[in-house]
């Protein structure tokens, strides 16, 4: 059974850094397409950021484009993403996410792909 954990998630402050992971178990995911998204309070889970299969290929949304990367390491079995300037409008839950197929940097956006998340680490930032 496919398993993810998010950590990493904290209180900063506006303009700040933080680096969450997801360690990811149960099957071989370097093949995998693992992705972050993020939930505000009231809103839907929004695409934040995926990396296809062998890691092959990293999408993310407009908005963090620059600021945002995406990595993986341990074998692929483990993804990170490292936030800097960090907003007020990004505190959020955020999550990872993963299924055993490739995407494009359309598709990818699409949550209905994912079958595997984790619980979600909190991330705020204060102003």
């Known amino acids: 059974q496919v398993q993810l954990v998010e950590s990493g998630g904290g209180l900063v402050q506006a303009g700040a850094s933080l680096r969450l992971s997801c360690a990811a178990s149960g099957r071989t995911f370097p093949l995998d397409t693992m992705a972050w998204f993020r939930q505000r309070p009231g809103e839907e889970r929004k695409f934040v950021a995926a990396s296809t299969r062998g890691g092959s290929n990293t999408f993310y949304s407009e908005s963090m484009k620059g600021r945002f990367t995406m990595s993986r390491e341990n074998a692929g079995n483990t993804v990170n993403l490292q936030m800097n300037d960090l907003t007020s409008e990004e505190t959020a839950v955020y999550y990872c996410?993963?299924?055993?197929?490739?995407?494009?940097?359309?598709?990818?956006?699409?949550?209905?792909?994912?079958?595997?998340w984790g619980r979600g680490t909190q991330v705020t930032v204060s102003s």
């Open positions: 996410a993963s299924f055993a197929g490739v995407c494009t940097a359309t598709s990818c956006r699409d949550r209905s792909l994912y079958k595997n």
